[in-house]
T-cell receptor, first 113, second 114 residues
């Protein structure tokens, strides 16, 4: 079953613009992770935010986490055509779930040059 | 060690045939996971190993599916008597410990059952 739900399902922007993707989840978590997947390829880990953190940065990525609303957002600043991919949030519910990840359905981001 | 390796990349098989996929994780990672992904969906958990022990299996893993990880190294996922509904991308991932730095995924094996 899918734990997270990303919003929007698809996003199309111009190069240089910022892209924001949202994720909502259902149960309490140990951490939340974002992954990128290029078409037909495996997933690449982007960033992990722990349940006691509210914001985290990595290069052009900014992730926020609101555990009271069970939601997270991923912001990609100054987007590039190479950022075109599907983006997934994944939740780790901790020891009760054996620390496995549960993924959402993803947001398909298209960055037009 | 260049990452998680999966073989084959693509597999086309006739319905009813058996198929086996292989995953070579990052050598120092003790946890190995199998996920299945269908078109337009996120990956769904199938099973995971800690070293050589298979610690959890999803309800998605019917009796026709079996996974092994002998000696806690590479892993194989076998599907017996394949059905068209088994067509999907099968992803393998590994992590060190509880995955506090995230998982490393392979490129996947795309299975098409005709």
């Amino acid at each position: 079953s899918q734990q997270g739900e990303e919003d929007p399902q698809a996003l199309s922007i111009q190069e240089g613009e910022n892209a924001t993707m949202n994720c909502s989840y259902k149960t309490s978590i140990n951490n939340l992770q974002w992954y990128r997947q290029n078409s037909g390829r495996g997933l690449v880990h982007l960033i992990l935010i722990r349940s006691n953190e509210r914001e985290k940065h990595s290069g052009r990525l900014r992730v926020t986490l609101d555990t009271s609303k069970k939601s997270s957002s991923l912001l990609i600043t100054a987007s590039r055509a190479a950022d075109t991919a599907s983006y997934f949030c994944a939740t780790d519910a901790g020891g009760g779930s054996n620390y496995k990840l549960t993924f959402g359905k993803g947001t398909l981001l298209t960055v037009n040059p | 060690d260049t990452g998680v390796s999966q073989n084959p990349r693509h597999k086309i098989t006739k319905r009813g045939q058996n198929v086996t996929f292989r995953c070579d994780p990052i050598s120092e990672h003790n946890r190995l996971y199998w996920y299945r992904q269908t078109l337009g969906q996120g990956p769904e958990f199938l099973t995971y190993f800690q070293n050589e022990a298979q610690l959890e299996k999803s309800r998605l893993l019917s009796d026709r599916f079996s996974a092994e990880r002998p000696k806690g190294s590479f892993s194989t996922l076998e599907i017996q008597r394949t059905e068209q509904g088994d067509s999907a991308m099968y992803l393998c991932a590994s992590s060190l410990g509880q995955g506090a730095r995230g998982y490393t995924f392979g490129s996947g094996t795309r299975l098409t059952v005709v």
